[in-house]
C-alpha cells in the first residue's frame, strides 16, 4: 500500500514516543496542523487526529467515533478523548527527544501536550511480562488488508483507524503467580509461545481469537512497553481499516458478550483510551486533504 503511513505497517523501532495533545482555547488550529504535516514523514512521526480535533474543524470522517467506555465488575475501561496523536519512532533515544521538542513548537499556537509515554522493544518483542506480543498479527498483504482503508477518495484511501490505550500492569502480582497460572492468562506458553488449547475461557487469547468473531475481526497490532520512574505496562496500538474489529475483540474481553472478563485484567489494567484517524501519505508527507487541507 503506497499512500498509509510507512510506521503503521512496518515492524515496531527500538524506541518511541507517544505524544498526546489537546487543543488551546479559542484558537484555530489548521495552521499549526498544516505545519506538521509538511514535517511528518508517517514512518519516524505516524501522525493520527481524534474527534476532538476534527469536531473543532467541523469536518467527518466517515467511521471515526468515541472510544467506548465500559465499567463492570473488577474492568474498569476509560475513554480520555485527544485531540492529536504522535507516535515518534526511532532507534535512537536522543533522536526522538529532539524531535519531540521541534513538534511541541511547531504545534505550540494551537496544540498543548497531554502526555507523553516513553516506549521501547523489549527483547524480541515481548510484552513486560515476558510473552511475545504480536505472533498472530496478519502479514504482508493480509496486514494492509486489516489495517488500512481501501477507499479510491482522494485523501482517505490509504488512510487507518488507530485504538489505543495505556496499561499499567502490576508486575509483582503476575511475578507472584505459578507459571501454570500465568499461561493460562494469556493462553500461551511463555517459555516457547505455544497457544494452549485447554486454557480457559478467560485466557487472553481465547478471548480475542481474530476468527472466532463474525465478521472475522482482524486488525494489526503495533504495541510497545512502556515505563516511567515508578510504573510499566503496555501502549496497546492497533491499526484497522475500520474500528468495528477492535470494538468486537475489547466488548469480548470485558466481558460484555458472556460475562466472562478477559484473565488479563487480573494484571493490568488502562488508564486512557482513544480513537485516532490516521490519515495517507502523499509525496513522504502527511495527506490532510479528506479534511480540505
Ligand atoms: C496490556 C494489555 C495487553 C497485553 C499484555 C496483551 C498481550 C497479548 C499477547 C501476549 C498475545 C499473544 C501473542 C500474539 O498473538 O500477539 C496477544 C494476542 C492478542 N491480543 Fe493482546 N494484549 C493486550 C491487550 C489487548 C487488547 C486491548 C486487545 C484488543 C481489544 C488485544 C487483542 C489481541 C489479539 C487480537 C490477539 C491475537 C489473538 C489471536 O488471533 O490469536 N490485546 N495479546
Redesign the pocket.
Given at each position: 500500500m503506497q499512500d498509509a503511513q510507512p510506521g503503521i505497517l512496518a515492524p515496531i523501532p527500538r524506541h518511541a514516543r507517544y505524544l498526546t495533545f489537546g487543543l488551546k482555547q479559542g484558537v484555530r488550529p489548521e495552521a499549526a496542523l498544516r505545519a506538521l504535516a509538511a514535517i511528518a514523514d508517517g514512518e519516524s512521526c505516524v501522525v493520527g487526529l481524534g474527534a476532538v480535533l476534527l469536531f473543532a474543524l467541523q469536518k467527518r470522517i466517515e467511521g471515526l467515533r468515541p472510544f467506548p467506555h465500559h465499567k463492570r465488575p473488577g474492568v474498569d475501561v476509560p475513554s480520555t478523548p485527544a485531540a492529536l496523536w504522535c507516535w515518534l519512532r526511532g532507534e535512537e533515544r536522543g533522536d526522538i527527544v529532539l524531535r519531540t521538542r521541534e513538534i511541541e513548537k511547531i504545534l505550540a499556537p494551537a496544540f498543548e501536550t497531554s502526555g507523553v509515554i516513553d516506549a521501547f522493544k523489549h527483547g524480541s518483542g515481548?510484552?513486560?511480562?515476558g510473552?511475545?506480543?504480536?505472533?498472530?498479527?496478519p502479514k504482508g498483504k493480509k496486514a494492509v488488508e486489516a489495517a488500512i482503508v481501501n477507499d479510491k477518495r482522494a485523501g482517505f484511501g490509504g488512510s487507518s483507524f488507530a485504538?489505543v490505550?495505556q496499561?499499567v500492569?502490576d508486575l509483582d502480582k503476575f511475578a507472584a503467580l505459578p507459571r501454570k497460572k500465568q499461561d493460562d492468562t494469556?493462553?500461551?506458553r511463555k517459555s516457547d509461545?505455544k497457544?494452549l488449547g485447554s486454557a480457559p475461557p478467560s485466557a487472553?487469547?481465547k478471548?480475542?481469537?481474530?476468527?472466532?468473531f463474525s465478521p472475522e475481526?482482524?486488525?494489526l497490532?503495533r504495541?510497545m512497553p512502556w515505563a516511567d520512574a515508578t510504573r510499566a505496562?503496555?501502549v496497546?496500538v492497533?491499526f484497522g481499516r475500520s474500528l468495528d474489529?477492535?470494538?468486537a475483540?475489547?466488548k469480548?474481553?470485558v466481558g460484555a458478550e458472556d460475562g466472562t472478563a478477559?484473565a488479563?485484567f487480573s494484571?493490568?489494567r488502562?488508564v486512557t483510551g482513544v480513537y485516532l484517524w490516521c490519515p495517507p501519505v502523499k509525496k513522504g508527507r502527511i495527506d490532510l486533504r479528506a479534511i480540505g487541507l
Amino acid at each position: 500500500m503506497q499512500d498509509a503511513q510507512p510506521g503503521i505497517l512496518a515492524p515496531i523501532p527500538r524506541h518511541a514516543r507517544y505524544l498526546t495533545f489537546g487543543l488551546k482555547q479559542g484558537v484555530r488550529p489548521e495552521a499549526a496542523l498544516r505545519a506538521l504535516a509538511a514535517i511528518a514523514d508517517g514512518e519516524s512521526c505516524v501522525v493520527g487526529l481524534g474527534a476532538v480535533l476534527l469536531f473543532a474543524l467541523q469536518k467527518r470522517i466517515e467511521g471515526l467515533r468515541p472510544f467506548p467506555h465500559h465499567k463492570r465488575p473488577g474492568v474498569d475501561v476509560p475513554s480520555t478523548p485527544a485531540a492529536l496523536w504522535c507516535w515518534l519512532r526511532g532507534e535512537e533515544r536522543g533522536d526522538i527527544v529532539l524531535r519531540t521538542r521541534e513538534i511541541e513548537k511547531i504545534l505550540a499556537p494551537a496544540f498543548e501536550t497531554s502526555g507523553v509515554i516513553d516506549a521501547f522493544k523489549h527483547g524480541s518483542g515481548r510484552d513486560l511480562t515476558g510473552y511475545e506480543d504480536g505472533t498472530e498479527n496478519p502479514k504482508g498483504k493480509k496486514a494492509v488488508e486489516a489495517a488500512i482503508v481501501n477507499d479510491k477518495r482522494a485523501g482517505f484511501g490509504g488512510s487507518s483507524f488507530a485504538a489505543v490505550q495505556q496499561w499499567v500492569h502490576d508486575l509483582d502480582k503476575f511475578a507472584a503467580l505459578p507459571r501454570k497460572k500465568q499461561d493460562d492468562t494469556i493462553g500461551r506458553r511463555k517459555s516457547d509461545n505455544k497457544e494452549l488449547g485447554s486454557a480457559p475461557p478467560s485466557a487472553h487469547v481465547k478471548r480475542t481469537a481474530q476468527e472466532s468473531f463474525s465478521p472475522e475481526a482482524f486488525v494489526l497490532r503495533r504495541s510497545m512497553p512502556w515505563a516511567d520512574a515508578t510504573r510499566a505496562g503496555l501502549v496497546f496500538v492497533a491499526f484497522g481499516r475500520s474500528l468495528d474489529a477492535f470494538e468486537a475483540q475489547l466488548k469480548r474481553m470485558v466481558g460484555a458478550e458472556d460475562g466472562t472478563a478477559d484473565a488479563l485484567f487480573s494484571l493490568t489494567r488502562p488508564v486512557t483510551g482513544v480513537y485516532l484517524w490516521c490519515p495517507p501519505v502523499k509525496k513522504g508527507r502527511i495527506d490532510l486533504r479528506a479534511i480540505g487541507l
